[in-house]
C-alpha cells in the first residue's frame, strides 16, 4: 500500500449521537470526523445544534446514546477533564476566562503538559503567536475589549498542550476587525498543523480557514464536503445557512 493511499484515523469521532435537555431532544444521530491537521467548520443556522455538539465532545453534554473518541480513547461517559488530560482543548461560546486575573496569570492558571508529556505552546510561543496579547500581558483580563478576550481563551486553551481545539462561535458578536485578526491566527494555527472543529453561524469567517465543512440543520448532518465545495454549492448555501 502506497503512503498515499493510507487511510489516517479520525483525531476526533462522534457517532450516533443522541444529546437531550431534560425532555427535549437536541441531537439525533450525530455523526463526525476530524482527521490530523484538519480544520473542519460546524456551519449551520442559531439553535441547529452546533454548541450541543462541541458540548457532548467536551464531556458538558453527555450523550444518551452514541459514542465520542479523541485519537482512539473513549470519552463517552468520562468527566470533562479527562477530555481536556486527553488533549481536548475547548473555548466555549461564552470564553470564560478569567476576569479578575492578568491576560499572562489566564495563560499560566490554564498551562499543563500534554498527552506524552508534550510542550507545544510555552509561553513565549503563545505571545509570539497573538502579538497583539504581548503589549497586554500585565492587564486585567475584564477590561479587555471582546476580540481581545476571544484571544486570551484561544491562547489560553493551547496553553494546554491539546492535540485538538475546539471553538465554539468564535467569531460571534465582534468588530470586524478583530474577527480578521482571529480568522489570520486560525490560519496560522492550521498551516501549523493543529487540528480544529469550529461551529460558526458565520460562513464567510470559515472560507479561509477551514480545510472540510459540514452543515448542521434541526441536530442533524446534512451536508459534508471540502470548504471549496461548499463554498460552490448555492443550493445548500441558500438552504441552511442563508440568514
Request: hydrophobic share 45%; net charge positive; proline share 5%.
Amino acid at each position: 500500500m502506497s503512503a498515499a493511499s493510507v487511510i489516517k484515523a479520525p483525531v476526533i469521532q462522534a457517532r450516533e449521537l443522541e444529546v437531550f435537555y431534560s425532555t427535549s431532544q437536541i441531537l439525533f444521530g450525530v455523526d463526525l470526523d476530524v482527521l490530523e491537521g484538519q480544520t473542519v467548520a460546524l456551519l449551520g443556522r442559531n439553535g441547529a445544534g452546533k454548541s450541543t455538539t462541541m458540548k457532548a465532545i467536551a464531556g458538558l453534554a453527555p450523550p444518551r446514546r452514541g459514542s465520542v473518541r479523541l485519537n482512539g480513547l473513549e470519552l463517552t461517559g468520562r468527566r470533562p477533564d479527562v477530555a481536556a488530560r486527553a488533549g481536548l482543548g475547548y473555548v466555549p461560546e461564552d470564553r470564560q476566562i478569567f476576569p479578575d486575573h492578568t491576560v499572562e496569570d489566564n495563560l499560566l492558571i490554564a498551562r499543563k503538559k500534554g498527552p506524552g508529556g508534550r510542550m507545544d505552546w510555552p509561553l513565549d510561543r503563545l505571545f509570539e503567536t497573538f502579538p497583539l496579547l504581548h503589549p497586554l500581558r500585565k492587564r486585567i483580563a475584564r477590561r479587555l475589549s471582546g476580540g481581545e478576550q476571544q484571544l486570551v481563551a484561544i491562547a489560553r486553551a493551547l496553553a494546554g498542550n491539546p492535540i485538538a481545539l475546539l471553538l465554539d462561535e468564535p467569531s460571534e458578536g465582534l468588530a470586524p476587525i478583530i474577527v480578521q485578526r482571529i480568522a489570520e491566527t486560525l490560519h496560522k494555527l492550521r498551516a501549523e498543523g493543529l487540528t480544529i472543529l469550529i461551529a460558526e453561524q458565520n460562513m464567510h469567517f470559515c472560507l479561509g480557514i477551514a480545510s472540510h465543512a459540514l452543515v448542521i440543520d434541526k441536530g442533524q448532518i446534512v451536508y459534508r464536503d471540502t470548504i471549496q465545495g461548499l463554498k460552490a454549492n448555492e443550493d445548500v448555501r441558500r438552504r441552511y445557512l442563508a440568514m
